[in-house]
C-alpha cells in the first residue's frame, strides 16, 4: 500500500484510497445521549447532562475552516439534538462566515420557534425536521415528548423564514404509523411542496440486535413503498451524496426513502466524512474503532497544517463497510490523491 500523500494544494478535494471524494461533513454537536426526547427506536436515553470535552463554536469553525481548504463545502449539523447547545446561533455564526456551499441542520425542532429567523440570517440554509407523526398521541407514544404542537409549529416557521426545503423526516414503524404516508405527503403540500417541504421516509435501523423483539416488531421494509412512489412519480432525481432517488409526486411533493446504509452501492457513494461532538473524525459510520482525534491537536497547537495532515489521516482511513462483489477492480492502489475542484 502507498503512503499517505503529504502536501496536498488549497483548492483541491481528497480521494480516498477507494476513489471516493470527500466533499462533505457531518458534526454532531452534542453526544447522542444528549436531547429533550427520548424516541423509542433512539440510542438516546433522554439525558440532558453537559457533557465534557464537547468542542466550542470556534473549535467546529476552526476545524471546517481547514476542510474547506480541501474541498469540503457541504455541512450537516446533527446531535443528539444540536439545538439544545446553548450557543447554536454561535455554531451557525462561525460556520456561515466560512464558503459553504450548502449548511444544514437535522432537528427535532426545539426552539426553532424562536431562533429560526436569526438561524437563516446568520447563513443556515436549511434544515430536516423529525415529525414522525401527524396524531398527538402517536407522536407523544414516539417521541415521550409533550410538543406536538409546538414542532408543527417549528416547522410552519422554518418554512417561513426560508430554512427551505424543510425535509421532514419520518421513522416508518409497523403498527405505529405507517398508515400516514399520505397524509405526511398532504401535510407537506400544504406548506408549499415542491422546493419549500419534501418527505424522507425512514426505515427503521436496528439500534442492537436485528433480531430483537422490538426490531421484530416495529420494522417495516420500505422497498415496496420506494416502488409505489416510482410508479407514481413525475419527475425522478438522483442525489450525488447517496444515490437516492428522489420522487416528485402528482401533488407537488418531493419524497424519499432512506434505506438502511447495508449496501455496497451506498458506500461507495459516501462521500461525507463524520466529525464527533468531541473532536474526532469517524472514518466510517459503522466503526467505532478507527476515530482520529483532532481535539487534543487543535488545543495543543495553533498549527493549522498539523489538523490538516489529521484529516489527510483520516480520509486515508476510510474504507467502505460494505464493498461491491467486483471490489478489486474499484481499489487504486495508492489513489489517495488530489484532484482540482470541478
Ligand atoms: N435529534 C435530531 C432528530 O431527531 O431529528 C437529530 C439527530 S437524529 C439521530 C437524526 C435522525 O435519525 C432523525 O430523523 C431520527 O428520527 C433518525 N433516527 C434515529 N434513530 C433511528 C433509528 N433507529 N432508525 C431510523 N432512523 C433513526
Ligand atoms: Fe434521538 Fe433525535 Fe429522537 Fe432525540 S429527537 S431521541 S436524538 S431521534
Known amino acids: 500500500m502507498s503512503s499517505q ?76 439534538e444540536p439545538m439544545l447547545r446553548r450557543d447554536v446561533l454561535d455554531v451557525v455564526q462561525k460556520l456561515g462566515e466560512l464558503p459553504l456551499r450548502e449548511l444544514s441542520m437535522t432537528t427535532n425542532g426545539t426552539r426553532l420557534v424562536e431562533l429560526a429567523a436569526d438561524l437563516k440570517d446568520l447563513g443556515l440554509d436549511r434544515v430536516n425536521i423529525s415529525l414522525h407523526s401527524l396524531r398527538e398521541e402517536r407522536f407523544n407514544f414516539i417521541t415521550k415528548a409533550v410538543k406536538f404542537d409546538y414542532t408543527l409549529r417549528a416547522i410552519r416557521r422554518a418554512v417561513e423564514v426560508g430554512l427551505t426545503p424543510v425535509k421532514l423526516n419520518v421513522v416508518v414503524m409497523k403498527g ?41 416488531t416495529f ?37 424519499e426513502v432512506v434505506k438502511p446504509m447495508h449496501n455496497s452501492a451506498f458506500c461507495m457513494a459516501n462521500n461525507r466524512i463524520r466529525i464527533t461532538y468531541n473532536g474526532q473524525f469517524k472514518p466510517c459510520l459503522l466503526r467505532g474503532d478507527n476515530h482520529v482525534d483532532f481535539l487534543t491537536a487543535m488545543r495543543n497547537s495553533d498549527d493549522d497544517e498539523a489538523l490538516a495532515a489529521l484529516f489527510k489521516k483520516a480520509v ?19 489513489a489517495y490523491s488530489t484532484q482540482p475542484l470541478s
Open 219 to 255: 420494522h417495516v421494509d420500505l422497498t415496496a413503498l420506494e416502488q409505489r412512489f416510482k410508479s407514481l412519480a413525475v419527475e425522478e432525481k438522483v442525489r450525488q451524496l447517496h444515490l437516492r432517488h428522489q420522487y416528485l409526486l402528482p401533488n407537488g411533493v418531493w419524497v
Open 5 to 80: 500523500p503529504t502536501s496536498p494544494k488549497d483548492g483541491c478535494v481528497l480521494f480516498d484510497r477507494f476513489g471516493r471524494p470527500v466533499t462533505g461533513v457531518r458534526i454532531s454537536l452534542n453526544p447522542s445521549t444528549l436531547c429533550n426526547f427520548n424516541c423509542i427506536f433512539c440510542h438516546s436515553e433522554g439525558v440532558f447532562d453537559e457533557p465534557k470535552d464537547i468542542m466550542t463554536a470556534s473549535e467546529i469553525q476552526r476545524i471546517v475552516k481547514v476542510l474547506t481548504k480541501f474541498g469540503v463545502n457541504v455541512v450537516k449539523l446533527t446531535g443528539g
Open 316 to 334: 486515508w482511513l476510510r474504507e467502505p463497510f460494505f464493498k461491491p462483489k467486483e471490489f478489486p477492480r474499484y481499489v487504486k492502489q495508492g
Open 176 to 216: 405505529v404509523n405507517e398508515d400516514e404516508v399520505e397524509d405526511l405527503i398532504d401535510y407537506a403540500a400544504s406548506l408549499g411542496g415542491g422546493e419549500k417541504a419534501k418527505v424522507q421516509f425512514i426505515e427503521l435501523v436496528a439500534e442492537g440486535a436485528a433480531d430483537s423483539t422490538f426490531y421484530k
